[in-house]
């Protein structure tokens, strides 16, 4: 057990536990270019879907940067179909409606972390459990039904029409879920989601997913924050908190 | 099964199911009586519990008719706090304070009825299901942790910033889970909250719970409502819908 667990629960006790998904609890990546693969089959197209698999997920980011710059909230079902659009378009790729459109519902048919399940329902048994993710409610319900993860509470930053790492979405969940942020922790495996929650005073968990990037490329490093929890995965993190 | 089932079905198929809590899903009244008479032994109080919960259980609408009327909204705990203390007054009963608030804090710990477990899990694999309660997330989150029920989303009149029966509240969880009304079914145990989810389009079920207000005092009886499905619980509601 890292020596940071020991300390920060001597100097205040956690409550609740926020979690990011994508990436965090499944693994968008390898979903998403099997889906890829076995919808795109029958229309014959022939691509790299693990480039273009990569390629949406950094065009992520940029999609949700208008939002957070005033532009009105739309969900992420709305951006991920724009930005899919513009990376085929890009590639000179040309896919039938209804396999783009099956790529983006494919964002809520993604597989867990092997951790993930039996690490949620270890850490329910102490902690408040929620997820606090960048993905609509419609979204969440349906990805935690397909990937049977079960939390105490599915919070996502459509509650604060904002995406993180805006701080209001993290506050949103706090509010609602009557707790300070002393006795909040959020995990996730990206270190600006990190650096946003403990901002405003949540407990920073890091969790190393060392293929969210697939096995050629090294994992995100845990961000430089004080009092970080690091671990290699919930069951990692529920042994650590005793649970 | 009850013929209506079979026709609203061929109508237009139900994708989610909104559940009430307080009644529909757990027997407030027993489990309150229960707490009240182990929290104040200590304290030496007698009271008449029964008859002070199902006062205490009237104040409710009361209380929340002034946010419906324009109040600043306040979550459930508050509210409670406030009526059971004018509940006890009116009654010369005087309560410690820590005692007072353990009972508010008791609307966390209420019983399931006996076939809401099961029911919900059964309801999961064909429905996306969710809570629409009164109570606040926070509320709802321990509640449903201690009474082991599994929903794919808790919401609650929390995020429309009102209370049932206000329309918004049940627009809110609609725009939510992305759902039109004709696609939803609204499952209570008041006839209510049928008469307002039915007004937005959303399809009435009825459970009858007959030891709500305890075995001396009869059900509530089903709304007169259009195409309304009538259950005697759960597992019932599950077997005719085919779960």
Known sequence: MPAEIGILAAVEPMRVLLFDVFGTLVDWRSSLIELAEATT????????????????????QPAMDLVRQGATW?????????????VLTRRGI?????DAESLVRGWRQLRPWPDSRDGLDRLRRKYVTATLSNGHLALLADL???ADLRVDAVLSAQLAAGYKPD??????????????PENAGMVAAH?????????????????RRRLEWGPGTPPADPPALDGLIETDGLDHLAEALGC
Chains 1, 2 share one sequence.
């Not at 229309?43 to 065009?59: E, F, K, L, M, Y």
């Not at 040309?94 to 209804?98: F, K, Y």
């Not at 701080?167 to 300070?180: F, H, I, Q, S």
């Open 191 to 207: 270190a600006s989601d990190l650096h946003a929650a403990a901002a405003v005073g949540i407990r920073p968990i890091f969790v």
């Open 74 to 86: 739309r969900d992420l079902d709305s951006l991920q179909r724009e930005t899919l659009s513009g």
């Open 144 to 146: 935690l039904k397909f």
């Open 41 to 60: 089959v029958g229309a014959g197209v022939q691509a790299d879907w693990a480039a273009i698999v990569d390629d949406w997920r950094r065009a992520y």
């Open 94 to 98: 040309w896919l039938p409606a209804a």
């Open 167 to 180: 701080a209001k979405v993290y506050l949103t969940a706090l509010r609602l879920l009557d707790c300070p």
